[in-house]
């Protein structure tokens, strides 16, 4: 027999405090919320505005991730177009080391602030965190490598489409599709079991 949740409304006094930044970010979240919510008679539960801010810093971290990867691919493509190395797979070798870049700091900020997987592992074994990443590398070598490098290749071969252009382009579907994996499958496992851990410590 299952047992519901009880329902916990969401208060401007349950808002972290201990980042002045990611505070000010909550407070306009909560009170955007709140807003929409009372146009349909609803009260904004503490699991739905922190469903939502799990997207919000979500979002946060791959917009960065995706300045990190973006930066690094036009630096690597300027190099090598600057001294001819490989002009005919010059891009794509930029998008590799964009990857490489990206995954690893993707990886940590994913990891440590937004499904709080860092706190979970503290006192277990050195390592255990190495799961998590091999399920996201695998996610991001998908998204990355075949969808993303197969994009490419579409839209510089046959749409010839500046090489600077087309990654900007590969974000309307790479972006999405990394949330979705990383959200239900990268990280799903361990989430799902935090959550029913720490709803009996409540009990």
């Known amino acids: 027999m299952s047992i ?4 916990v409304i969401m208060t401007k006094a349950d808002i972290n405090k201990d980042n002045k930044i990611w505070y000010l970010i909550s407070l306009i979240c909560f009170y955007i919320l709140r807003f929409f919510f009372g146009l349909f008679h609803k009260e904004l539960t503490k699991k739905s505005f922190d469903a939502f801010m799990q997207f919000v810093k979500f979002g946060i971290v791959g917009l960065s ?7 690094t691919y036009t630096i690597s493509l300027y190099l090598f177009q600057e001294n001819n190395v490989l ?6 070798i930029s998008s590799v ?25 503290a ?4 390592g255990s965190w190495i799961p998590e990443f091999i399920k996201m590398l695998i996610s991001y070598a998908f998204t990355g490598f075949i969808v993303g490098n197969g994009l490419l290749i579409l839209w510089v071969r046959v749409a010839k489409i500046s090489k600077y252009i087309a990654p900007l382009i590969n974000l309307i579907i790479i972006i999405p599709l990394n949330f979705v994996i990383n959200k239900f499958w990268a990280f799903k496992k361990t989430s799902d079991r935090d959550n029913k851990k720490n709803y009996r410590h409540m009990r």
């Open 4 to 7: 519901s949740r009880p329902r």
């Open 65 to 71: 991730n995706t300045i990190i990867s973006y930066v």
């Open 87 to 92: 002009p005919n797979i010059d891009y794509l």
């Open 97 to 121: 080391v964009g990857f490489i870049f990206s995954i690893i700091w993707s990886f940590y900020w994913n990891y440590k602030k937004v499904f709080n997987h860092n706190e979970v592992h």
């Open 123 to 126: 006192e277990k074994k050195r």
